[in-house]
């Protein structure tokens, strides 16, 4: 694969109920930073991010709820996958921070080391690497 088709960083866009509480969970537990925020007068749509890793979060209206893959189908679990070099070290960081784990870091059967953390919407965030 040539330098001019590689593929960068996947940004999946969840859609929230409250946008502030989207953005405490990203900013304040998972140690994102805002990196966009609009509209100025009244923020609706954030992206936020991580080294690599970023998440567009966006509240419409209470008649646009948030919806999961595993609410969909229950083999859905995720929602993304954020790959991490060590997983063991951001686990640890992020239970320091009082984030409360979806599953717990371990070997899945799929050959794949790392832990689910569920956002207040319910999306799920696998964060791992292969074995």
Wanted: proline share 9%; with cysteine.
């Amino acid at each position: 694969m040539s330098e001019s088709t590689s593929l960068g960083p996947c940004t999946p866009f969840f859609i929230v109920e409250s946008l502030p509480v989207s953005l405490e969970h990203y900013l304040e537990k998972m140690g994102f930073e805002c990196r966009f925020m609009a509209p100025e007068s009244d923020p609706q749509f954030a992206i936020v991010g991580r080294g690599q890793a970023q998440i567009m979060v966006k509240s419409i209206d209470r008649t646009v709820p948030p919806l999961p893959n595993h609410v969909r189908h229950e083999w859905a679990r995720w929602d993304t996958f954020v790959h991490v070099a060590d997983p063991d070290v951001l686990a640890e960081e992020l239970k320091e921070r009082g984030v409360a784990f979806k599953e717990p870091l371990a070997d899945t059967d799929d050959g794949l080391r790392g832990f689910e953390i569920a956002d207040p919407d319910g999306y799920v965030c696998f964060f791992g690497r292969p074995l």
